[in-house]
């Protein structure tokens, strides 16, 4: 069986009490598909600047999945001729 390999890179920016992250996989062919989170401080928690960037690593990252599910569900649609509402578990 021939390994395949995607792959994602997480880019954050912070400001302030602010950070964003954006996920961005890429697979074997180039397609790019991404996912984008944030998160902001509240001004009574303590500044831990690493748990803003895990928070929004992953909504990032939850956001890119289901960007990622919809595009299987649509190609799964295409791909078999049936309605894109009609449920399949995969």
Do not use: F, Y
Not at 46 to 61: F, K, N, Q, W
Not at 72 to 84: C, M, N, Q, R, Y
């Amino acid at each position: 069986m021939k390994a395949k390999e995607w792959t994602v890179r997480v880019a954050l920016a912070e400001a302030g009490d602010d950070t964003s992250a954006q996920a961005t996989l890429t697979t074997g062919d180039g397609r790019r598909v991404t996912g984008s989170g944030r998160a902001r401080r509240n001004p009574a928690d303590p500044s831990v600047p690493e748990i803003g960037d895990e928070l929004a690593v992953s909504r990032a990252l939850a956001d890119l999945a289901e960007r990622l599910a919809v595009m299987t569900k649509h190609d799964i649609s295409e791909s078999t001729a049936e309605s894109p509402t009609t449920n399949r578990s995969w």
